[in-house]
């Protein structure tokens, strides 16, 4: 890991390197998250009906099964927003220490 000469400077190394540890620690976390949001949104795609004709009603089991496949795949996409938020501080935090901030 590169330590800026500033940081060395101000003796703010230990805070660098944690915050650099939660930065990868959290790009990991995205990557999970953003998996997790994926595969929730195929879910949702493959329950809803393709090439069905417009005359017969939709069964109440397909309308179940698309309702908790949205459920889940909102939920999915929440914790991606969560953890980008998180990274989004992180990376200002980075960035305030590398220009002699706090």
């Known amino acids: ?6 940081i060395v400077e101000a003796g703010k190394t230990d805070e660098y390197v944690r ?4 930065l990868e620690h959290f790009n990991e ?3 999970e998250a953003l ?3 994926l595969a ?11 090439f069905r004709p417009s005359a017969y009603p939709m069964p109440t089991g ?3 099964e698309i309702n908790k496949a949205t459920a ?9 927003e969560k953890v980008e938020v998180i990274l989004t501080v992180v990376e200002n935090d ?7 901030g706090a």
């Open 19 to 22: 915050l650099q540890q939660r």
């Open 29 to 31: 976390k995205r990557a």
């Open 35 to 37: 998996t997790k949001a």
């Open 72 to 80: 889940r795949c909102l939920i999915a996409n929440r914790e991606l």
């Open 40 to 50: 929730a949104a195929r879910n949702v795609y493959e329950a809803l009906p393709h």
């Open 94 to 100: 980075i960035k305030r220490l590398e220009e002699g």
């Open 62 to 64: 397909q309308v179940i």
């Open 1 to 6: 890991m590169n330590i800026p000469l500033s």
